[in-house]
């Protein structure tokens, strides 16, 4: 969950490393650091708290070199503190790395390691695999590269590394299980990040490191890509498709309220090309391959955490009503611990903003050993989740940077609906008639989607009212009980209010003890089948002074007359109102932080991508 930048080449190491990691920094902001090589010494400078922190303690420090390695952290061993942060170093002080991940068996090598005299500085997992390295490079005589490769046969756990030494001016050394790794290839210059952000400003040519991949790096001799086991690899050069502007800010204060907005071309673009209302079909290329799995599949199992795993239950909706197939819903972190059943006539669809969750990736593996087919839905081209499933969707939303996920959200929900629309067809599970009206409505859904972000400045004036609440309920029926549960984490995540999503009708079993005239209720109370019932859940909130918002269709008079709030969407189908709904929501959530001076962008303890369990 930390952020790794590193380069070598003729530019200034330091300002492309900084850089870097104020891309990453949504991937950790605890602390940071940089180790740059300069005559035959490494200068370490580490700060607590954000890059800027950083940039602000290195401003009047020696900066210049051509080999430079940087971290930020979000902390797993060890306090967010100036010691804690990365890089560490050897004992001699003449190796440098910096980690992303867990060393699980750090506790037994760090035994070792003190009996034979060495002593440690930090908390961290980390400092205890770069004392690892520099013994075996000082006592078994060995290469640095081949040091690294040897320390890590030794290693149980997830990492992503990146090492240098101060007797190599010219090389880098980086390796991955488990957590993404990315090496740049430029004009006489390299790079390696945790992702592609940092690179995409200076080379297209990236090199995605798979699981157990050593990277050996020089500007004499180029890349060289062996396994731990030393087997020799060919690298496999692929081109990034992202663009800079999209990392970018683009006017907006937030990244998040960016991607807000930029909802109607993420559903577009994760829609372009894949069905045709003229035709009356659709087609996801990508899974075309295993449409028979999936039509004949006895049961449907999504694994997601999060966010990703709200979409996966608005899809258990769409592919029941739509495909008929029975489907399960798993947290990937329970699912990977239960021994669960799966059978080889299980369809697994792994759903992840990232594709690099790690208990999403570790419930893939179980799935894998077990002859299950699987699908992945991820947004990250190249990444590990894309590379593990037999096939999948990508859904063409874009970079994400805001860590409370927005865009990726809608992104997932359109592609689980296009997916459940091309198999229900293909079963004949789906009329005709409705499949037609559901690609002309899906069509309309970027169009509606702006009309809803119009609604902006009522949803500001409405976030001032409850700004201070301490308590939030979220209550929706059918596919919107999921938009309950994902307003309430976008609430929880980036003001850190508490906040419960309910399926409205269970409120009278237990959440309806605490409303007060204090309670803010957020009910989703659009033009449905539930419609009836969910106005009855209204009236009863009512009747105990709670302050109700509702999100209503177009046109609604009855909701209008009893909630203290409303917001209007367009009318839509009811399957779709997911892709409408949760856009107040996350608006919501978004101006009551901002009122709360929260960081929005970056929620504390929060990180993007969680890649260690």
Request: proline fraction near 3%; charged fraction near 25%.
């Amino acid at each position: 969950m930390c952020g790794i930048v590193a380069y070598l080449g003729e530019k200034n190491a330091y300002e492309v490393v900084i850089k870097g990691l104020q891309r990453l920094e949504y991937r950790g902001y605890d602390s940071s650091g940089v180790a740059i090589h300069k005559d035959k010494s490494v200068n370490i400078y580490k700060q607590k708290g954000k890059v800027q922190d950083l940039i602000d303690f290195a401003s009047d420090k020696d900066t210049n070199g051509n080999l430079a390695i940087g971290h930020t952290r979000w902390a797993t061993h060890g306090l967010p503190n100036n010691v804690n942060a990365h890089p560490h170093q050897s004992s001699n002080g003449k190796i440098s790395l910096v980690h992303n991940g867990i060393i699980e068996n750090y506790s037994v090598l760090k035994k070792e390691l003190e009996q034979r005299g060495y002593k440690f500085l930090s908390e961290t997992d980390t400092e205890v695999l770069v004392h690892l390295i520099g013994d075996i490079h000082k006592n078994g005589k060995q290469s640095l590269f081949d040091s690294v490769r040897l320390a890590l046969n030794e290693v149980i756990g997830a990492y992503a590394i990146v090492v240098i030494s101060d007797e190599n001016p010219d090389e880098l050394i980086a390796a991955r299980k488990s957590s993404p790794l990315v090496v740049g290839l430029g004009q006489g210059e390299y790079f390696c990040a945790s992702d592609a952000t940092p690179i995409i400003e200076y080379t297209k040519n990236v090199v995605y490191l798979e699981d157990g991949e050593i990277a050996h790096i020089s500007l004499k001799n180029g890349l060289k890509l062996k396994t731990i086991g030393n087997q020799n690899k060919t690298p496999y050069i692929q081109e990034l498709e992202m663009h800079l502007e999209a990392l970018e800010k683009g006017g907006y204060e937030h990244f998040m309220l960016k991607e807000i907005y930029e909802q109607p071309k993420s559903i577009l673009d994760s829609m372009r090309g894949r069905f045709s209302i003229s035709q009356g079909k659709v087609v996801l290329g990508g899974i075309l391959d295993y449409e028979e799995k999936l039509i004949n599949a006895k049961r449907l199992i999504f694994v997601a955490c999060g966010t990703s795993w709200h979409a996966g239950l608005v899809g258990e909706y769409l592919f029941e009503e739509i495909a008929r197939i029975p489907v399960e819903v798993e947290y990937a972190s329970e699912f990977r611990y239960r021994n669960p059943i799966i059978n080889e006539d299980d369809v697994v669809i792994a759903i992840s903003q990232s594709g690099e969750t790690a208990d999403t990736l570790a419930a893939i593996k179980i799935a894998k050993e077990r002859k299950a087919t699987l699908i992945g839905i991820c947004n990250v081209v190249g990444s590990s989740i894309s590379r593990e499933t037999h096939c999948g969707s990508y859904t063409h939303a874009g970079p994400e940077i805001g860590v409370a996920s927005t865009k990726a959200f809608t992104a997932q929900v359109t592609i689980l609906t296009l997916m459940a629309m091309m198999i229900g067809r293909r079963k004949g599970t789906i009329t005709n008639e409705r499949f037609n009206r559901l690609l002309v409505e899906l069509n309309a859904i970027p169009e509606k989607l702006k009309t809803v972000l119009k609604e902006n400045d009522l949803i500001e004036k409405i976030a001032k009212i409850y700004h201070k609440s301490t308590n939030a309920l979220y209550l929706g029926r059918g596919i919107n009980f999921p938009l309950a549960l994902e307003g309430a984490l976008k609430l929880k995540e980036i003001s850190y209010i508490h906040a419960e999503g309910y399926p409205a009708a269970e409120m009278k079993h237990g959440p309806i003890a605490l409303i007060d005239e204090e309670m803010p209720v957020f009910v989703i109370a659009t033009k449905d089948s539930s419609y009836e019932k969910i106005v009855s859940n209204i009236q009863e909130v009512k009747a105990r002074k709670g302050k109700v918002i509702a999100i209503v269709s177009h046109g609604d008079k009855e909701v209008k007359k009893i909630a203290n709030h409303y917001i209007e969407i367009p009318k839509c189908d009811e399957l779709l109102v997911p892709l409408l709904a949760t856009v107040p929501l996350q608006l919501l959530s978004y101006h009551i932080a901002l009122m709360r001076e929260c960081n929005v962008d970056q929620p504390r303890n929060l990180a993007k991508s969680v890649t260690v369990e």
